[in-house]
């Protein structure tokens, strides 16, 4: 069974990982973000695995191929409209990234 993409679920995910890090991130002493990018991707690759590990699909190795050019696809571009809205928006938030 296929159950159709749910953009509104992705969204909630998507708020939800986000706020999960910046939270983590925060660095009192600055007021700001401190993004340590290795160890932010290291637990985003390892949250994959785990969603992929509970659907408990035969075809793992398939969905983990999609995923795969997926994210080839899409991290390039979607890396470059955040850097766009950062560059135009610099609304003062401190948030370095340490790698």
């Not at 997926?70 to 370095?96: C, P, T, W, Y």
């Amino acid at each position: 069974m296929t159950i159709p993409f749910d953009s509104q679920y992705r969204d909630r995910i998507r708020d939800a990982v986000c706020d999960a890090i910046f939270k983590a991130s925060h660095d009192p002493a600055s007021g700001g973000v401190i993004l340590r990018s290795g160890e932010v991707i290291d637990s985003l690759v390892t949250a994959m695995a785990m969603t992929i590990a509970y659907a408990r699909r035969d075809d793992s190795d398939a969905v983990i191929a999609r995923i795969t050019v997926r994210i080839a696809q899409d991290l390039k571009s979607r890396e470059r409209a955040f850097r766009r809205h950062l560059d135009e928006s610099n609304d003062g938030h401190v948030v370095r990234d340490l790698h």
